[in-house]
């Protein structure tokens, strides 16, 4: 790509604690590149190496496109997490010639511009943490996203901790053996678990595992619920409510089309089974909606294109109107 030129871009992004997604967009719509980093978004500003992960993302699109970053006119950032100011803080620093927007993910403002899209009235985000937001008659509804101590309820952050504690509580002989305690081998390597040290030694080990490394678990646990593990399933058909719940909870009238995004639902297709199982008891009118073909880094995309005043490229975006 020739960056000599006068050519203009714009740039969409989306994080929550595991992972950025960037993505590089013609001023017309169509998307050039697409790129994952390090997740920045975090309960508080410090946390996370935010400029580190988001300097190596811009390079890599500046690598792969030969653009420079004074080429690019318009940044959303979408943001799972409530440190905002520290990841504007870093893209200006990264995009100094750059319009920079970051949104909160809960917010509902990027969701609800995506939802007409799909005719649906809510939407339940669950990924490493989970959030719900759903609008009617002019008022927005929210549900969850209270952070990694006091929720994650349906997400990677939650499967991963309850798969922890049925791991300690196994070793303890406080509950029954799972197949769950292989998940945490690399974690008793070498330990002596009969010793009061080795007990210790332990408990140091889990206590330097961030949110991330926790929630990486879910697919582990989700495999040992295929397999027929009586605790994994508990974790797992607790989660699948908890998704449920949410939707419930910001469902305008009982009867809508709620958009499921986040990678949980990536799990499997008896995963959204049960979801849509469990939310039929709680609102035996309402419909999960699942597109394998759209996700939250497409919803920043349409964002920027709409905040740009550029046109809506849906083909190039990968989602089609209902």
């Known amino acids: 790509m020739d960056s000599q030129n006068k050519t203009t871009y714009l740039l969409a992004g989306e994080s929550g604690g595991s992972k950025t997604v960037l993505c590089l967009l013609g001023t017309g719509g169509e998307l050039l590149n697409r790129i994952e980093t390090g997740g920045v978004a975090a309960i508080k500003a410090g946390m996370l190496p935010v400029k580190q992960y988001l300097s190596e993302g811009i390079g890599k699109i500046r690598e792969a496109t030969g653009i420079k970053t004074d080429q690019i006119i318009h940044c959303y950032f979408s943001l799972g997490g409530p440190n905002q100011q520290e990841v504007e803080t870093a893209l200006k620093e990264c995009l100094p010639a750059t319009r920079i927007t970051v949104g909160r993910e809960a917010d509902g403002d990027m969701i609800m511009t995506c939802l007409p899209y799909f005719n649906c009235a809510a939407a339940v985000l669950a990924g490493t943490g989970t ?3 759903g609008e009617s008659n002019g008022k927005r509804r929210f549900a969850g996203g209270w952070g990694y101590e006091l929720d994650d309820a349906g997400g990677g952050g939650k499967i991963g901790r309850d798969a922890l504690n049925a791991f300690l509580r196994a070793l303890d002989r406080r509950e029954k053996p799972t197949s769950l305690s292989a998940a945490f081998s690399h974690l008793t390597d070498n330990i002596n678990l009969e010793t009061f040290s080795g007990r210790m030694e332990l408990k140091r080990k889990i ?4 949110r991330k490394q926790i929630a990486a678990l879910t697919p582990k646990v989700y495999a040992c619920f295929l397999s027929g593990d009586a605790v ?3 974790i797992i058909t607790k989660a699948a409510g908890d998704i449920a719940a949410l939707a419930a ?3 305008p009238d009982g009867e809508s089309r709620i958009l ?5 639902f ?3 297709q008896e995963f959204r089974d049960m979801c849509s199982k469990a939310l039929k008891k709680l609102c035996p009118g309402s419909e999960l909606v699942f597109r394998d073909n759209f996700d939250l880094a497409k919803g920043a995309c349409l964002m920027v294109l709409k905040m740009s005043g550029s046109q809506v490229n849906i083909g190039e975006l990968g989602h089609d109107k209902i």
Do not use: D, P, R
């Not at 206590?207 to 961030?210: A, D, I, M, P, V």
């Not at 499921?260 to 949980?264: A, H, S, T």
């Open 131 to 133: 959030a719900a937001v």
């Open 207 to 210: 206590h330097l595992l961030s």
């Open 232 to 234: 994994a399933a508990e």
């Open 249 to 251: 909870a910001v469902t």
């Open 260 to 264: 499921c995004l986040g990678g949980i």
């Open 266 to 268: 990536k799990l499997g």
